[in-house]
């Protein structure tokens, strides 16, 4: 059960869009439409942001938006906020309960 | 309002023993599963385990398989997880996590949506 592969870290400016990749196998993003995604700021405790690929969860802005194709899932944040400056992870479910988070991408608002 | 709970700040040495908690409140604790998460210092998320309150059934990522056992206890509404014998290597910061809350006809299934705040531990001669 190998971790999920993200891009280390992706920038972008204020208004622009961004999007965020999570690579993982046949077992497990490209089995089930079960990929969440989380924000981190530092010191803070994870928050949900999307769930089932591309569902909102209560109180979510609708700048963030997910997708699939295959064994990647995409998070794209759009009209891009200083205070969307933080680190995002996605997780997919693996099989029998079983989870799985990717590595990590640290946002960058320049 | 759904809450999770968690117990304090930990500092231990190496070959002791530790049992940190999250304690639940606002839901039904016995109808959703419960996960723990490590943050190791600087880096990022790790799914660890998981288990369904109701009948204890426990699931662990084979990298902490052996090493930890999640448990609970129904009656106070708190999960536990503990290691029997701590390493340099457990520090960290580990939360927990609801999985799958249901709220007004809408599940978020396999999503960990309500987390603790984290327990610190650090281990250290």
């Known amino acids: 059960q190998s971790a999920l592969t993200q891009p280390a870290s992706v920038s972008g400016s204020p208004g622009q869009s961004i999007t965020i990749s999570c690579t993982g196998s046949?077992?497990?993003?490209?089995?089930?439409?079960?990929v969440s995604w989380y924000q981190q700021y530092p010191g803070k405790a994870p928050r949900l942001m999307i769930y089932?690929?591309?569902k909102w969860p209560s109180g979510v802005s609708d700048r963030f938006s997910g997708s699939k194709s295959g064994n990647t899932a995409s998070l794209t944040i759009s009209r891009l906020q200083a205070e969307d400056e933080a680190d995002y992870y996605c997780?997919?479910?693996?099989?029998?309960?079983?989870?799985?988070f990717g590595t990590g991408t640290k946002v960058t608002v320049l | 309002e759904v809450q999770l709970v968690q117990s304090g700040a930990e500092v231990k040495k190496p070959g002791q023993s530790l049992k940190i908690s999250c304690k639940a409140s606002?839901?039904?604790?016995?109808?959703?599963?419960l996960g723990w998460v490590r943050q190791m210092p600087g880096k990022g998320l790790e799914w660890m385990g998981i288990?369904?309150?109701?009948?204890?059934?426990?699931r662990y990522s084979p990298s902490f398989e052996g090493q930890v056992t999640i448990s609970v206890d129904k009656s106070i509404n708190t999960a536990y997880l503990q290691w029997s014998s701590l390493r340099a290597s457990d520090s960290g910061i580990y939360y927990c996590?609801?999985?799958?809350?249901?709220?007004?006809?809408?599940?978020?299934?396999?999503?960990?949506?309500?987390w603790g705040q984290g327990t610190m531990v650090s281990v250290s001669s």
């Open positions: 996590a609801v999985v799958g809350y249901c709220s007004g006809g809408t599940c978020l299934h396999d999503a960990f949506d309500t």
């Open positions: 606002g839901y039904s604790f016995t109808s959703y599963w």
């Open positions: 288990i369904f309150p109701s009948d204890s059934d426990a």
């Open positions: 046949s077992s497990d993003v490209g089995s089930y439409n079960l």
């Open positions: 089932e690929v591309s």
């Open positions: 997780c997919s479910y693996a099989g029998t309960s079983t989870y799985v």
